[in-house]
């Protein structure tokens, strides 16, 4: 990939704090070809239309050799594909199986029974920041609240869960090699670590069941069940990842932009229903997957004008879309009472994102909350130091002053 391509651009980290520019400029050509071949697809209905499109493959076996690409969600080695990474209808089989625990139709009331627990979570770290008059919202707040989250959706026993806390900061470590300073083999240990943890975690909950996802479908494992072992761990494995670190960006994300607008800031503080349309705003206005590079063409493609051929690579710019005008009236705008407000930010098809739900009530959760109990906060750095990854952009530290908690 040659320095001077848009693409090379948008992976430097150099433009981390403000891609928007650069995808401006992409969307001036609404399919490019890019210099490797691969085609970023950067228009709001263009790239709606083509994430819904059955000719677009988002299984890893289907990607180019020696394709050179962006760091994606974990790739286990030794680990069937999770269900993200293959197509209709192995996709839709996995999903459905793993949905059934999770959401509707089956288990409606999953998520929202996790309430409690979550809030209590987010009082806990709140906690903490009694005395101090700085902390760092993603090391102190947005980063661990996911963990825990995740380990109570897939049943990890409460005094296992600092293990997890160490397997996220691990794996963390692979997709931004700034966080943690791992290297190689002790990032690789950790994986296979978690791995392992996992494999027999489902073992026992085959024996002897417990709350969550994993006793839910460790009898799926059985001979002659709807998965192997290694299905249920990939998946859960991906939940850990692409979950945790999503989530980490929106709330920090949704922290630092209504730092920078007091004007929003105050209404959210004072108008308890402005939070579902502002985090909405915020996963259109800075969405925490800001492109999907997984994507290869399973057939000639015709799109606004141009061809994409058979086995090129494709990339779906979800933060360059998001921000269309042609779609969205003043979209660098951040604007919570934005109405038909339909961003793809959890992208979309049947890709959409399977942790949404979630996602959006750990962020309903943590953010009023934060903001009702710290008195003040004021950033330290702006822009803040952000993380190497493209892909899953967000601050690696989000420093603020306090003045202590109110509550």
């Avoid at 919202?137 to 947005?142: K, M, R, W």
């Avoid at 990842?241 to 105050?266: F, K, M, Y």
């Avoid at 952000?386 to 952009?393: E, F, G, H, K």
Wanted: proline share 11%.
């Amino acid at each position: 990939m040659k320095p001077g391509t848009l693409s090379a651009q948008i992976l430097d980290p150099a433009n981390r704090a403000d891609p928007y520019p650069l995808y401006a400029e992409l969307r001036r050509t609404p399919v490019m070809r890019d210099d490797d071949g691969t085609y970023l697809v950067s228009t709001y209905h263009e790239a709606r239309s083509l994430a819904n499109d059955p000719r677009l493959s988002q299984d890893a076996r289907n990607r180019p050799a020696g394709y050179d690409r962006p760091a994606q969600p974990e790739e286990e080695t030794g680990l069937p594909p999770s269900f993200i990474f293959t197509d209709p209808p192995e996709h839709d089989r996995l999903r459905a199986v793993f949905n059934r625990p999770f959401g509707p139709p089956h288990s409606p009331g999953f998520v929202d029974s996790l309430r409690g627990e979550l809030a209590a979570v987010v009082s806990g770290l709140l906690d903490r920041f009694e005395g101090k008059d700085q902390v760092d919202i993603v090391e102190d707040f947005a980063y661990p609240l996911p963990v825990t989250a995740i380990c109570r959706v897939l049943g990890v026993p409460r005094e296992d869960e600092p293990r997890f806390h160490g397997w996220a900061d691990a794996v963390a470590s692979g997709i931004d090699p700034q966080r943690g300073g791992l290297g190689q083999e002790e990032i690789l240990a950790a994986r296979q670590e978690l791995r392992t943890y996992l494999a027999e975690l489902i073992e026992t909950r085959r024996r002897h069941p417990g709350p969550g996802l994993l006793s839910a479908l460790a009898p799926q494992t059985e001979p002659g069940g709807s998965l192997t072992p290694g299905d249920l761990v990939a998946t859960a494995v991906l939940l850990l990842v692409a979950g945790h670190e999503t989530t980490v960006n929106l709330i920090t994300n949704t922290t630092l932009t209504l730092l920078r607008h007091p004007d929003v800031l105050e209404r959210f503080r004072t108008e308890p229903g402005l939070a579902v349309p502002l985090i909405e705003e915020m996963l259109r206005y800075e969405p925490p997957v800001q492109f999907v590079p997984f994507n290869v063409a399973l057939a000639d493609i015709e799109l606004a004008g141009t061809i994409i051929p058979k086995g090129s690579p494709v990339w779906i710019m979800v933060a360059a879309a998001n921000r269309d005008p042609s779609r969205f009236e003043d979209p660098d705008r951040f604007d919570p009472d934005r109405g038909d407000n339909e961003h793809l930010g959890f992208y979309t098809g049947v890709h959409y994102c399977f942790g949404a739900p979630l996602a959006r009530v750990e962020a309903h959760l943590a953010l009023p909350e934060l903001f009702r109990r710290v008195g003040s906060l004021r950033l330290l750095e702006d822009p803040p130091p952000y993380r190497a990854n493209a892909v899953l952009r967000g601050p690696r530290h989000l420093p603020v002053a306090t003045a202590g908690l109110t509550a």
